[in-house]
């Protein structure tokens, strides 16, 4: 079992900057792909930034503006979110896939809680 508990979201102006925290718990060994989706009101949800075997994934509205990092030794990943629109505001999602139970590598995708980034004009 994982379990992926953000923190971080919360309300802002527009230009500013918020930094979202995930942490991993559980009975695992290693997680191949952590970072972030993100949902807002009436829309689906979708890929902000991912890192997976070294290389990382953005999405195309948040290039030049977000950053992810991961710490796999804390099993935690961020996103620095700087220079924030009111097009980003959502519900941010903490992902991981690639789960490595003992010997088996469990491809599920497996969600946060989810955690409110409000960004305000």
């Known amino acids: 079992q994982v379990r992926l508990v953000e923190s971080g979201g919360g309300l802002v102006q527009a230009g500013g900057s918020l930094r979202l925290s995930c942490a991993a718990s559980g009975s695992f060994a290693t997680i191949n792909t952590m970072g972030w989706y993100r949902q807002a009101p009436g829309k689906q949800r979708e890929l902000v930034a991912v890192?997976?075997?070294?290389?990382?994934e953005y999405g195309d509205s948040v290039k030049g503006r977000f950053t992810i990092s991961r710490d796999d030794a804390k099993n935690t990943v961020s996103l620095q979110m700087n220079n924030l629109k009111p097009g980003d505001t959502g519900v941010y999602y903490c992902y991981a896939n690639g789960v490595k139970v003992v010997t088996v590598v469990q491809w599920r995708s497996r969600w946060g809680q989810g955690t409110q980034v409000t960004v305000s004009s």
């Open positions: 890192m997976r075997d070294g290389s990382t």
